[in-house]
T-cell receptor, first 115, second 110 residues
Framework: SAVISQKPSRDICQRGTSLTIQCQVDSQVTMMFWYRQQPGQSLTLIATANQGSEATYESGFVIDKFPISRPNLTFSTLTVSNMSPEDSSIYLC????????????FGSGTQLSVL | QKEVEQDPGPLSVPEGAIVSLNCTYSNSAFQYFMWYRQYSRKGPELLMYTYSSGNKEDGRFTAQVDKSSKYISLFIRDSQPSDSATYLCAMSEGNNRLAFGKGNQVVVIP
């Protein structure tokens, strides 16, 4: 298992501003994943972050809107840029278990509200 | 048609009852099937993990996979108030991409 610390846990932001979410893992991991969880919707993968390379974004998500950093094997950040009320959601960081990429461990999430 | 269908309707049961949850899917390439439990203001935690078809039991929890029908189930026996949470099904082809259901909110009433 992995222990994932994510912060902030919640924030209320103004339209047009940006928020950076931090994710710290207690062990070195190759891949980190960023998900979005909107009310009444399925958990949706935003991007996969590998250390030392550009993040891989899923369809519908772009780097300009959701820039990601992965400076080392235990840390990543996701920035939500130029926010609008539609960005109000829970954002989750996750990592895969050793030897089983389908066994994901999640942080507690960041509850973002955009006014 | 969405890849994974999960009826999100809240489910309320009395303590001690059996909780039955299910998901259907359309992608026949899915090989890995998971159930996650998510408490309020927390991230999802892996509850059950199954590869291919069959049953898996872990304490009060049983996961069933029927690949021929593209249908998976989770049963919770002797439900407890601490089982009150949202349960998410998830599936994967084994390519690091998981497809999630919308989640089922379960309330166990003491």
């Amino acid at each position: 298992s992995a222990v994932i610390s994510q912060k902030p846990s919640r924030d209320i932001c103004q339209r047009g501003t940006s928020l950076t979410i931090q994710c710290q893992v207690d062990s070195q991991v190759t891949m980190m994943f960023w998900y979005r969880q909107q009310p009444g919707q399925s958990l949706t993968l935003i991007a996969t972050a590998n250390q030392g390379s550009e993040a891989t974004y899923e369809s519908g998500f772009v780097i300009d809107k959701f820039p990601i950093s992965r400076p080392n094997l235990t840390f990543s950040t996701l920035t939500v840029s130029n926010m609008s009320p539609e960005d109000s959601s829970i954002y989750l960081c996750s990592v895969a278990g050793t030897g089983a990429n389908e066994k994901l461990f999640f942080g507690s999430g960041t509850q973002l509200s955009v006014l | 048609q969405k890849e994974v269908e999960q009826d999100p309707g809240p489910l309320s049961v009395p303590e001690g009852a059996i909780v039955s949850l299910n998901c259907t899917y359309s992608n026949s390439a899915f090989q890995y099937f998971m159930w996650y439990r998510q408490y309020s203001r927390k991230g999802p935690e892996l509850l059950m993990y199954t590869y291919s078809s069959g049953n898996k039991e872990d304490g009060r929890f049983t996961a069933q996979v029927d690949k021929s029908s593209k249908y998976i189930s989770l049963f919770i026996r002797d439900s407890q108030p601490s089982d009150s949470a949202t349960y998410l099904c998830a599936m994967s082809e084994g390519n690091n991409r998981l497809a999630f259901g919308k989640g089922n909110q379960v309330v166990v009433i003491p």
